[in-house]
């Protein structure tokens, strides 16, 4: 066998959180036990009958559509994209040059990073964060600052606090709320005009991941970046159709803004794939031009087992608030276990009581003393989930 290294920058990537949760996972099978799994955000309902409908149709009838697809996506699929924006958040966006189809928004992020960063650039990333934004900008050589996301700052990273020296090197600031892993959202748009200002001030390309963008609760709804002065300058959208319609499995995503700002990234994605297939994208256009109450549905299942499962954790000693989108909860441990650490808790619980959950270290250090739980299993098994917690908590209490 030859001896060949893979890239240094592949090497010195940390193994990949879900990679190492899915080890545990796995041998807890091995054993037979009872595996309850809050651990990936993978949603556990199925993707909506319309759109699965839409989805065979296409394949069966409609032989055209198994041929290479278009890779910027096409014309309908974008266009049917900036309707959808311009009813949901009131934005205007040129469908021909600003909108660009991804096979899901984590390849485009990956892909992004790869056009726009250089060895040595700066990133600027909230710790905690979605691990894809390190990651990718690990990947393309590029080095990391970190700003820290705390609770008693709701979660929103201090501009402020961010050194001179970074901020003039820095060439990308990734911001996604609502929120993974932190379920954390942004109440007042002050925040969001900051952002935009900074990133001006700095000539920083402003990433606002809004893959979350449709999963809220109760009254609150989240903004596009677009909807405030400056944002088209600066800034890069991100969506996925992965936890809106359930469709995570389907690989399918967009990434709008300006034709300047987006172009780099799909002349580095025609040198490597070809798109997400046309039967996907048109399933696309089912899912966004139909009436969205099938949407409303989702995040009022992931509501409920949010104020049920936050409820029953606060019973038990964990510190777990109520939250406003996503679907996932970010819980501080109780005081007899954080002591151990976020990762030696969250093997136990596979260990003991058959339980996935993601330990917050793995999204960031100031990830540590929490764990994230995803609402991704059905209603009657959180019940069993708390039981085993509780039951856990207990015995680490002597
Ligand atoms: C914040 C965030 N962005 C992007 C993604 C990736 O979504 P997609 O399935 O569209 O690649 C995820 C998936 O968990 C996420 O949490």
């Not at 992020?109 to 691990?131: A, N």
């Not at 936890?243 to 967009?254: D, V």
């Not at 619980?349 to 058959?354: A, M, V, Y």
């Not at 330990?359 to 991704?376: D, I, K, N, Q, W």
Request: hydrophobic share 40%; proline share 5%; charged share 25%.
């Amino acid at each position: 066998m030859i001896n060949i290294e893979p890239s240094k920058n592949l090497v010195k990537l940390p193994s990949y959180l879900f990679t190492t949760i899915d080890k545990s996972k796995r041998e807890a099978y091995d054993k037979n036990l009872d595996v309850i799994d809050l651990g990936m955000g993978n949603p556990d309902l199925p993707t909506p009958d319309h759109i699965v409908d839409r989805l065979c149709d296409t394949v069966k009838h409609h032989h055209n559509t198994h041929r290479y697809p278009q890779a910027k996506g096409m014309p309908k699929f974008r266009k049917v994209i900036t309707k959808w924006m311009e009813k949901r958040f009131g934005v205007t966006l040129d469908s021909e040059n600003e909108v660009l189809a991804l096979i899901g928004s984590k390849e485009g992020i990956g892909h992004l990073c790869m056009s726009y960063l250089d060895p040595g650039d700066y990133v600027l990333i909230g710790d905690p964060s979605y691990p894809v934004y390190f990651n990718g900008a690990l990947l393309a050589g590029a080095r990391i600052h970190f700003m820290p996301l705390l609770e008693e700052k709701s979660f929103l990273p201090d501009f402020t606090k961010i050194p001179e020296e970074i901020a003039q090197k820095a060439k990308i600031m990734f911001l996604n709320y609502p929120n993974n892993p932190t379920a954390a959202v942004v109440e007042d748009n002050n925040f969001w005009k900051e952002a935009i200002k900074f990133c001006k001030k700095y000539n920083i390309l402003l990433i606002s991941d809004n893959a979350y963008s449709e999963l809220t609760f109760g009254s609150y709804k989240a903004s596009s970046i677009f909807e405030f002065p400056g944002a088209k300058d600066v800034a890069l959208e991100f969506y996925s159709f992965s936890k809106t319609f359930n469709m995570a499995g389907w690989r399918l995503g967009w990434v709008c803004g300006a034709k300047k700002l987006i172009y780099p990234i799909e002349k580095f994605k025609s040198f490597l794939d070809y798109g997400s297939p046309t039967f996907m994208q048109l399933a696309g256009v089912a899912a966004l031009s139909e009436e969205q109450n099938c949407v409303r549905e989702i995040a009022a299942i992931y509501e409920k087992r949010m104020k049920n499962m936050s409820s029953g954790l606060r019973k038990i000693g964990w510190r777990a608030r109520e939250t406003k989108g996503t679907m996932y909860i970010w819980v501080g441990l109780p005081d007899c276990l954080i002591k151990d650490g976020s990762i030696a808790i969250a093997e136990r619980l596979i260990k003991e009581t058959g339980v996935v959950v993601s330990p917050g270290r793995a999204f960031g250090e100031h990830g540590e003393g929490y764990v994230r739980m995803s609402l991704v299993t059905h209603n009657r098994r959180f019940h069993d989930a708390l039981l085993r917690i509780s039951k856990f908590t207990k015995m680490y209490k002597i």
